[in-house]
């Protein structure tokens, strides 16, 4: 399955059309062939994707459709949504797609009823929202929610985080959220600034609830709040999400307000379950059920259509023919909408915990590239800073471009002028400006090659009529099914992080190194030995 297609017969097919492909230009493609606008258009729900500026033939994309056929994306996709173990590494199902699915619906995955089981949760989060969002749910002092504050980082984090700002504009109740995520104190000191315990709520989100970041900033809100009504208050300020039950009573948080989820659900594939509680309080359960149905809308356009017109099949396979042919090494990703400002933020973590492998399923070392980079700001912003280089830079940095066609609220006609720049940007990197033409303003000579616009800079443009609940999930399913596609190619298991669990343990080792009053022990290297009694002086410790 899958990594087997990496340098098979369809790949080196790709390979040697690849050679063909790539000494055309954008310029050259769109006048030869004006038409492959209309043909390479695709709508997935609200979404529309136009991905005629990229380097590619109608041929182009027969093969890497040919390519995901042959990798036998079909039959993962199914081993998906069915909720067999293709979380090979840690022997789990990836059941994502079952948080969304209708209350109708049916699956059961290792004899359990996953549909109610999702239900059962959505309907004790929506209830217990509702309290809080009509004022029912009184703290300590008998005064109303005010500020929900999110402990939880990585996965318990970025998600809810990122839908927050980007709904901000649904949030009704005059419930406002705050996310805490570093171990910095610095982040929870910020956070809790301008806050009164007595209108605080405390949503401790983690999936293992052992992550030390997470747990001491629980702590230590525990003891602000503590400080200021006492113990008996906890049960009214702090509510708890997790797939951990014991630790969650153990930390001494009521399991009443906690909310579960279950280990088939990846930390980075998680906020349309439980860890989005903090954004259902700001939003409301009716519009949490919305962004769900958006997801569900993506889940069924990947599931059953064909692969010619399927949005995130097209993508994932656009985003290895960028990577393993042409050689680019990242994706950017540019949201002409404010408040998708920790989109990519969030799809960092989506992206690159998932395929940022170097082994396959099997163990097996890879063959080619993986895991494209993704970063990104919103545009306009971006422009004014390293659009620069996209322009005329040496590197290729493929782009997605994403953008709304009515505004929560406009001003002055701002909107358009917005929307006015990602058609100019996108347009521009895809065709530039030649020489000649520069040269025909009266441009001095020498001035000439600065000025030149070199194009052929391939862009994806994403278009929707509004940033809506429906339209965030939507959105964020297509790049989990994005990266799912790129991950089947290159036939990795998309879905464990093993990578980030020896920094932690090591850190964990070094902490005593830095606090202890005895001399620093026998370290592994020089280096961070040299380091630690630097920090130990400058920190006023025994060196
Ligand atoms: O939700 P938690 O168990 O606290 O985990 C939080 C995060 O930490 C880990 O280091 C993982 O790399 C992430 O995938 C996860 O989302």
Redesign the pocket.
């Known amino acids: 399955m899958g990594g087997e297609v990496v340098r098979g017969v369809e790949w080196e097919g790709l390979r040697k059309h690849f050679g063909e492909v790539e000494g055309r230009t954008l310029r050259e493609l769109f006048a030869e062939d004006p038409g492959r606008v209309a043909r390479m258009g695709v709508q997935a729900g609200d979404l529309f994707l136009d991905y005629s500026k990229h380097r590619v033939t109608d041929e182009t994309v027969g093969l890497l459709v040919a390519l995901a056929e042959k990798a036998g994306l079909r039959d993962a996709v199914e081993r998906m949504f069915s909720g067999e173990h293709i979380n090979v590494s840690e022997d789990r199902a990836v059941l994502h797609t079952a948080l969304r699915l209708p209350a109708d619906a049916s699956l059961h995955v290792d004899g359990q009823d996953v549909v109610a089981d999702v239900h059962e949760v959505l309907d004790k989060m929506g209830a217990f929202a509702e309290k809080i969002r009509s004022k029912e749910w009184r703290g300590a002092t008998g005064e109303p929610i005010a500020t929900v504050v999110n402990i939880?980082?990585?996965?318990?984090?970025?998600g809810p985080a990122m839908a927050y700002e980007a709904l901000l504009d649904y949030a009704d109740a005059g419930i406002t959220a705050r996310f805490v995520s570093n171990i910095d104190p610095a982040d929870l000191d910020g956070k809790l600034r301008g806050l009164d315990p007595a209108t605080t709520l405390f949503v401790v989100?983690?999936?293992?609830?052992?992550?030390i970041?997470?747990l001491t900033n629980a702590r230590v809100a525990r003891s602000w709040l503590v400080d200021a009504l006492g113990e008996d208050a906890v049960g009214k300020h702090f509510a708890a999400v997790?797939t951990n039950a014991e630790k969650v009573a153990e930390f001494g948080i009521d399991t009443a307000n906690m909310f579960g989820f279950w280990d088939w659900v990846?930390?980075?594939y998680?906020y349309d379950g439980a860890?989005g509680l903090s954004l259902m309080v700001a939003i409301g359960p009716a519009r949490f059920r919305e962004m769900l149905d958006g997801f569900h809308t993506i889940d069924e356009h990947f599931r059953t259509t064909p692969f010619e017109k399927n949005m995130p099949v097209l993508m994932g396979m656009l985003g290895i023919w960028y990577t393993d042919f042409f050689g680019a090494q990242t994706r950017a990703v540019l949201p002409y909408a404010q408040r998708l400002h920790r989109f990519p933020a969030y799809l960092q973590?989506l992206t690159m915990?998932s395929n940022g492998k170097s082994v396959k399923a099997d163990g097996s070392p890879v063959e080619v590239d993986t895991g494209e980079i993704f970063w990104g700001e919103p545009g306009t912003n971006g422009q004014h800073a390293f659009y620069q280089l996209l322009h005329q830079g040496t590197r290729l940095v493929p782009a997605d471009f994403i953008g709304f066609a009515e505004p929560f609220a406009d001003q002055a006609g701002m909107h358009d002028i917005l929307t006015a720049n990602l058609l100019a940007q996108t347009s521009a990197l895809a065709f530039g400006k030649t020489a000649a033409e520069i040269a025909a303003e009266g441009t001095p000579p020498e001035i000439v090659p600065h000025k030149v616009m070199p194009g052929n800079r391939p862009t994806s443009t994403i278009l929707a009529p509004k940033l809506t609940p429906r339209v965030l999930g939507e959105l964020v399913a297509l790049y989990e099914h994005v990266v799912f596609v790129e991950g089947v190619i290159w036939g990795i298991d998309s879905f464990d992080?093993w990578g980030?669990?020896l920094g932690?343990k090591m850190a964990l080792g070094l902490e005593p190194a830095l606090t202890s009053e005895e001399p620093p022990g026998d370290f592994a290297d020089a280096s961070t030995e040299s380091l630690v009694r630097r920090y130990r002086a400058l920190r006023g410790r025994r060196v």
């Open positions: 939880g980082i990585g996965g318990s984090d970025l989100s983690s999936k293992t609830f052992t992550t970041e997470t997790s990846g930390g980075r998680s860890i973590q915990e992080q980030v669990e932690k």
